[in-house]
């Protein structure tokens, strides 16, 4: 496990040499909201990190709902029963294993992990532009169907979840990496991510954090890289 500090975010990498699977500590003046919950065996360090900032976990907000950012959600959710739950009103169908689409979605399938046995469900369903604390909520429809980004609205930083990766090199969803072609394997629909792409860029994030890959600080210019890219491919 590392652990990144950048001002009010903590990156938590699981795997970073292997398979980085990342999920982040956002600090409010008095607790912590932790954005995605990694892989089954994260709990541990996950609560480990918590307590080395010295504030406690309150809510866990779900970028989407992919085994491996949903997978410590049980465990942590059975140790912190107090702790609010939210995910994006669409996301939270495939939190029950429902991999359907909605007549007015793309009818390409939905892909990757999705899991079948989560038993914890969303306190709180999520909508575009909802605010989580000082997290902006924004859909960000693409890797799957409801996936959302939070910008933390005092530093303008982003944590995208896979509408990005930056391991392998920087691409939006869907856009093969051959060191890593783990994202965009498991991506819905590259038209849909693209739109979205284009949508995050707007906020002329400071930091992009992202669910496989190192924070990108500055990275407006390597952003436009990615999505002219992604437009060439499309």
């Known amino acids: 496990m590392r652990i990144i500090n950048n001002g009010t975010v903590?990156?938590?990498?699981?795997?970073?040499?292997?398979?980085?699977?990342?999920?982040?500590?956002?600090?409010?003046?008095?607790?912590?909201?932790?954005?995605?919950?990694?892989?089954?065996?994260?709990?541990?360090?996950?609560i480990k990190a918590a307590?080395?900032?010295?504030?406690?976990?309150?809510?866990?907000?779900?970028?989407?709902?992919?085994?491996d950012h949903v997978g410590a959600l049980d465990a942590l959710k059975e140790a912190l029963p107090n702790v609010k739950v939210y995910i994006s009103k669409r996301d939270a169908k495939l939190m029950e294993g429902d991999t359907s689409l909605l007549t007015s979605e793309p009818q390409t399938p939905i892909k990757?992990?999705?899991?079948?046995?989560?038993?914890?469900?969303?306190?709180?369903?999520?909508?575009?532009?909802?605010?989580?604390?000082s997290l902006l909520a924004i859909?960000?429809?693409g890797h799957t169907p409801g996936s959302m980004a939070f910008l933390d609205t005092r530093t303008n930083?982003?944590?995208?979840?896979?509408?990005?990766?930056?391991?392998?090199?920087?691409?939006?969803?869907?856009q093969m990496r051959p060191?890593?072609?783990?994202?965009?394997?498991?991506?819905?629909?590259?038209?849909?991510?693209?739109?979205?792409?284009?949508?995050?860029?707007?906020y002329h994030p400071t930091i992009l954090a992202v669910g496989h890959g190192e924070m990108m600080y500055n990275p407006n210019v390597i952003i436009e890289k990615a999505i002219g890219e992604a437009e060439r491919n499309i």
């Open 157 to 174: 930083a982003l944590i995208a979840g896979d509408a990005f990766q930056t391991r392998g090199g920087v691409a939006v969803a869907g």
């Open 179 to 202: 060191f890593f072609p783990f994202p965009a394997l498991a991506t819905w629909n590259k038209v849909k991510a693209l739109e979205s792409a284009r949508k995050l860029q707007g």
């Open 112 to 133: 990757g992990d999705v899991p079948k046995k989560l038993i914890t469900r969303a306190d709180v369903l999520l909508e575009d532009g909802d605010r989580v604390e």
């Open 51 to 67: 307590e080395g900032i010295g504030k406690p976990i309150t809510r866990i907000v779900l970028t989407h709902a992919h085994g």
């Open 139 to 141: 859909a960000a429809p």
């Open 10 to 46: 903590h990156q938590i990498t699981f795997m970073p040499r292997l398979f980085p699977v990342n999920c982040y500590l956002i600090e409010e003046e008095n607790d912590l909201t932790l954005i995605d919950a990694a892989m089954p065996f994260s709990f541990k360090g996950i």
